[in-house]
């Protein structure tokens, strides 16, 4: 259907004020006699009901009329001509609109409906309104069906009845009401049509109402111009937005068949405000679980606050999702950190509380937290402005007393720190382009299950995905790829973390990292690592590289199997422990590294691809399971795979216990590494105390603790060389270093043995 463009014409007829000379007595046509001549009318300018208006007396059976104008019928228009009349003396007439129908060659076009039902004055006095509805088609409510030969017409009004009567008219006005029919052709409904204003301050909610109640099934119009809504409103039908609303931030708007970003977009006419108001709506409505953005970028100039958006809660645990677009950062002002210094009080005994903050007000929640003493990826989770304390992430392992700290507050793309709980959450297909200026993803303070998926971070400042609080247990991060701001920057200056966690169950699968400090920081239990491939090489000759995985819980209970693990390594440290000194409980414990694939290269020959830190005393190492790894260094050799890191303290190797070492593969490793070891021993000269050497092969250069199988692989022979057939006592941590053990057999005698020997 083709619309007539009618916005701005006047179809009104001229008014009476301006002359009779303008009205016919009969068909309007040229050359018709008018009104100033006949003397039937006369103009009257004052009237206690009309702002001036014609007289009329009837003196014909019909008395007509028209105006001498022409008034142009395009196409595909409907038009509305309507006026008021009262009776003034008189029998009773009725009152009827009426038009002369004309086509292209001013020829009469007599094959149409020349007037409508007349209305009786039956009140002297009474005012009484008349109207009809004239257009091309036979629609409801169109009076006057006049198809589309008819180019134009001459409009006016018909007066039926008893002669003598004398009634007063009033200006007689003519307007454009194609848009009646227009929206049941196009099924569309136009909120105008039930009352909404455009003017960026009538409250337009019972207008947006009305018409969605209306449509039937059909879209919902919202024209050009700004419209106001005072509160919440939800809206059924598919609602399509050349104008814009203006909301409370309180207020929701419920699209319930128009739910998508685009449509939340055109509502409100920028990209990140159309966004905050689209998760409100995901929060607040059950009708969706998920929020499409339909490929579109948000360009984003500050962090966005998520629960600020939603702002009537902070605790959401339903399922939600939002899938298919990409965050972008832009300018520079609003993603700066705040930083703050600030001396505090911290004890043992309340190890996740930091008291006596000054400066407190202006320490932001999500701040990460610096000093003496303080492990990685600590955060401020909560404050009492009042009571002056500060709740932390985790527990600092040697901080006691009263110092000075760094508090500094990153800004993110997501903000959802707000919320004090949120689970299962899902961000899913969406690329976050932080720009080298802000951060991903900040968690709510708690909350389970998290999940991000096919999902990109790129080149974020400082960090990918952070959490503060419990809001990552369960965490799932899959097929997601984090892409570095520092690649031309050397491993050990860089700055940026791809994600923490400081909860359990936390999962990281089939992801790929490049070169940050750190992949991943995780301070819970029961972890599975597995598919993954993090790069963290530069271009350093010999260069040290840093951890790609730190796991900061001693009884991590994590496996870490399937991935690529590309110039960097796995640490293992308890800095998250207020007591890091063992004095009970599992230590370092329950870890399982299986087949994974180790590269480096052009490293330094100490590098390490497994790495125990201690941050405190006694520390032993119980069920650690390094099995059927590839393990290669290229470009120049390394000493050996795994090391302790004695920087705070070294661990007890008396206490290790059930430590599994076999299966891998080494190539250009200096010490294949194994638990059990296997040695070869072959003894030249007789003695009956033969000492064998494990060559610093037992992981962790650990004590020879224990022969667990002896096999001759030779006769064992006598000093005479008779045949020697009694078993050896065995006896281990045998030589100053205790990484011997000794045969001790009943005479002296000579061989080759392959001794089997533990570190556990």
Request: net charge negative; glycine share 8%.
């Amino acid at each position: 259907m083709v619309l007539s463009i009618t916005q701005g014409l006047n179809f009104s007829p001229a008014p009476f004020s301006t002359g009779l000379d303008k009205w016919s007595s009969s068909t309007g046509t040229t050359n018709t006699d008018t009104y100033d001549i006949v003397g039937e009318a006369v103009y009257v300018p004052v009237d206690q009901d009309f702002a001036g208006c014609i007289e009329m007396v009837k003196t014909d059976a019909v008395q007509k009329l028209r105006f001498t104008g022409q008034t142009d019928l395009p196409r595909e228009t409907y038009l509305m001509i309507k006026t008021r009349v009262k009776r003034m003396a008189g029998g009773i007439p009725a009152i009827r609109i009426a038009g002369h129908a004309m086509d292209s060659s001013d020829t009469h076009v007599a094959a149409v409906t020349a007037y409508d039902p007349a209305v009786l004055l039956s009140d002297l006095g009474e005012i009484y309104e008349v109207s009809a509805i004239i257009g091309p088609g036979l629609r409801d409510g169109v009076d006057m069906v006049w198809g589309t030969l008819p180019q134009y017409g001459h409009f006016g009004i018909d007066i039926t009845g008893p002669t003598g009567a004398v009634v007063r008219i009033d200006d007689i006005t003519i307007e454009d009401v194609s848009h009646f029919f227009q929206r049941d052709a196009l099924n569309i409904v136009d909120v105008r049509d039930y009352g909404a204003i455009a003017d960026g301050i009538t409250d337009n909610y019972n207008a947006f109402v009305a018409a969605d109640n209306a449509a039937n099934g059909r879209r919902v119009i919202v024209p050009s111009g700004e419209y106001a809504i005072s509160k919440s409103i939800s809206l059924s039908s598919h609602v399509e937005f050349q104008g814009t609303l203006v909301m409370p931030e309180t207020a929701a708007l419920l699209l319930t068949k128009s739910y998508d970003l685009p449509t939340y977009i055109d509502a409100f006419g920028n990209e990140a405000e159309g966004f905050k108001k689209a998760f409100q709506a995901l929060l607040n409505s059950s009708d969706h679980d998920s929020l499409d953005m339909g490929g579109r970028t948000v360009t984003v100039s500050e962090p966005i606050d998520m629960q600020a958006a939603v702002s009537t809660r902070n605790t959401f645990t339903q399922r939600r999702v939002i899938r298919n677009g990409q965050f972008y950062a832009s300018g520079s002002l609003g993603w700066e950190p705040t930083i703050v210094q600030a001396q505090a009080s911290y004890s043992t005994n309340a190890p996740r509380d930091l008291s006596n903050v000054e400066n407190i007000a202006d320490i932001e929640v999500g701040s990460l937290v610096e000093g003496a003493g303080v492990g990685r990826e600590v955060y401020v989770t909560s404050k009492d402005v009042s009571g002056g304390t500060i709740r932390l992430s985790k527990p600092l392992y040697d901080a006691g007393g009263y110092q000075l700290y760094t508090f500094t507050r990153h800004k993110y793309l997501l903000d959802f720190s707000g919320f004090s709980t949120l689970s299962k959450f899902t961000l899913q297909n969406i690329e976050f382009q932080c720009k080298e200026t802000a951060n991903a993803v900040m968690l709510a303070r708690g909350g389970i299950i998290f999940h991000m998926i096919d999902c990109f971070i790129t080149q974020p400042k400082y960090r990918g995905i952070t959490s503060i609080g419990s809001g990552c247990q369960g965490m799932l991060i899959d097929r997601c790829h984090f892409v570095t701001a520092e690649a031309q920057t050397n491993a050990t200056d860089r700055v940026s973390i791809g994600l923490n966690a400081n909860n359990n169950d936390v999962k990281l699968r089939d992801n790929w990292a490049s070169q940050f400090r750190h992949f991943a920081l995780l301070a819970g239990s029961n972890n599975i690592i597995t598919g993954n491939h993090f790069y963290q090489g530069d271009g350093v000759k010999g260069g040290a590289r840093l951890a790609g995985i730190v796991l900061t819980k001693a009884a991590t209970s994590t496996s870490i199997v399937g991935n690529y693990v590309d110039n960097c390594f796995i640490e293992w440290t308890n800095e998250h422990d207020q007591t890091p000194d063992f004095t009970s409980g599992f230590g370092f414990s329950s870890l399982s590294i299986g087949g994974n694939n180790f590269l480096s290269g052009a490293v330094a020959p100490w590098f390490n691809y497994i790495l125990i830190k201690p941050y405190g005393t006694n520390h032993g190492i119980s069920n650690l399971s390094v099995t059927n790894n590839n393990f290669r260094s290229i470009n120049g050799a390394i000493s050996r795979v795994e090391w302790v890191d004695t920087t705070y303290a070294d661990i007890n190797r008396s206490r290790l216990e059930a430590i599994l070492f076999e299966g891998n593969n080494f190539e250009n490793i200096n010490r294949a590494t194994q638990n059990p070891l296997i040695v070869e021993h072959t003894q030249s000269a007789a003695n009956s105390v033969w000492t064998l050497d494990t060559n610093n092969e037992l992981p962790f250069q650990s004590y020879a603790k224990r022969v667990t199988a002896l096999a001759p692989q030779t006769q064992i022979k006598t000093s005479s060389n008779g045949a020697y057939f009694d078993m050896p006592y065995t006896t281990g941590q045998v030589g100053s270093d205790k990484d011997q053990v000794q045969l001790t057999f009943g005479t002296s005698v000579k061989g080759k043995m392959a001794v089997t020997v533990r570190c556990d």
